[in-house]
């Protein structure tokens, strides 16, 4: 008598679900190093090609912290989001400075000078802080992915204020005015383009513009306490 084999139901099944593909290992890294990489030299072209206020942005504190974000929000894991972010923007601040040093003739010493310590610090601070949100906002979590949305619509609210707060300076001419009004009119519209496209459900958009209320406070005074203002 012959008897026959017949494969595993799961293995005959049509209607089985593909396997979910899982990133390599050194997806967060490769993504971390071609940000990083790439972002100080396009950040000082955009300052001198594009018109005002848009320059402005290629060298905002704010939008630098995006970046961090995005790349937390790209990367998997408990603790690559936030090393990945951290990575990206220390590799960013000494590409951006290189980057000067050999296009612009600037003095080699700005590769390790105060400022240029300064930034590190502040990078490695924003990438923990904003890959770690990027990777919250992601997640959908009931409290972390809000959270998250509202860390990236927070620091941009948070250096709009800024600006008008440069703005009202009895010592601005009103050309300094006039750009600075329009840098936070634009910084107030990827506020609100961060909070639809960082949030996964209008749930979590709604809750984190919510939330982006104190964040941006928090952020404004950490901006000013820093010497932005």
């Known amino acids: 008598m012959t008897v ?3 494969p595993p139901e799961s293995a005959t099944r049509p209607d089985a679900p593909p396997a979910t593909p899982v990133p390599g290992r050194w997806t967060p890294p490769v993504i971390a190093l071609a940000v990083g ?9 955009l ?6 206020p848009f320059a402005d942005l290629a060298d905002s504190p704010a939008v630098w912290a995006l ?21 990206a923007l220390v590799l960013a601040v000494e590409g951006y400075y290189a980057t000067a040093v050999l296009a612009l003739g600037d003095d080699p010493s700005t590769l390790t000078d105060a400022s240029a310590e300064a930034w590190l610090v502040m990078g490695v601070a924003a990438g923990l802080v904003f ?5 919250w906002a992601r997640s959908a979590h ?7 949305t509202a860390t990236a619509v927070g620091v941009l609210l948070a250096e709009a204020w800024l600006d008008l707060a440069r703005a009202a300076g009895t010592e601005a001419d009103a050309g300094f005015r006039h750009d600075q ?14 909070a639809v496209l960082a949030g996964r459900s209008a749930r979590q958009r709604v809750a984190g513009l ?9 952020g404004a005074l950490a901006f000013s306490t820093l010497g932005f203002l």
């Open 131 to 135: 890959g770690t949100a990027g990777a």
């Open 210 to 218: 919510a939330l982006a209320l104190p964040i941006a406070l928090a």
């Open 181 to 194: 009004v329009q840098t936070a009119l634009v910084l107030v519209v990827l506020a609100g383009l961060a």
């Open 37 to 45: 990489v790439g972002l100080g030299p396009v950040d000082l072209l």
């Open 47 to 52: 300052q001198r090609v594009l018109p005002y």
């Open 67 to 87: 970046v961090a974000f995005a790349v937390g929000w790209c990367c998997r894991g408990r603790w690559w989001p936030a090393a990945a972010g951290t990575l």
């Open 142 to 148: 009931v409290w972390r992915g809000p959270l998250g």
């Open 4 to 6: 026959s084999t017949l």
